[in-house]
């Protein structure tokens, strides 16, 4: 039965531990920000620039080339060729075409549009609109305001 609960106590001994931890690390992180910084002058003396040592260059040795004999290429002589003579094309006679009479074609009269004569449309007279006399618009009389006494002020 004791060993039940032994997971438990140590799962509490591990919060505890690190609640504590956090407390600490929050107060001296409280300290930090709460303490004040002298402040820096405000002229600072120039730096002395260091001096950059000059390192001699290194000699790269020059290697010689190694000289390589060009390989002689054989000549070979050219073939000749026989030059042939070219060949004749021989000609043959065109073939005369007879020509056959071409049968005439009567000639078809065209046909005749007769022509129909213009219909004459009549003129109609223009209608006459009536004129209206103008609706006379009654004037009314301005009506007059009632003029109202104006109110005194209290008196002081």
């Not at 000059?54 to 060009?70: A, N, Y």
């Not at 006679?93 to 009549?122: D, F, Q, R, S």
């Amino acid at each position: 039965m004791a060993n039940s609960h032994h997971p438990v106590l140590l799962l509490l001994a591990l919060i505890a531990v690190s609640s504590i931890s956090s407390i600490t690390f929050q107060s001296e992180a409280r300290q930090l920000l709460e303490t004040t910084l002298p402040e820096p002058p405000k002229e600072l003396p120039p730096l002395p620039k260091p001096e950059i040592p000059t390192l001699p260059k290194p000699e790269i040795p020059t290697v010689p080339k190694p000289e390589i004999p060009k390989p002689e290429i054989p000549t070979v002589p050219k073939p000749e060729i026989p030059t042939l003579p070219k060949p004749e094309i021989p000609t043959v006679p065109k073939p005369e075409i007879p020509t056959v009479p071409k049968p005439e074609i009567p000639a078809v009269p065209k046909p005749e549009i007769p022509t129909l004569p213009k219909p004459e449309i009549p003129t109609l007279p223009k209608p006459e609109l009536p004129t209206l006399p103008k609706p006379e618009i009654p004037t009314l009389p301005k009506p007059e305001l009632p003029t109202l006494p104006k109110p005194e002020g209290p008196k002081p």
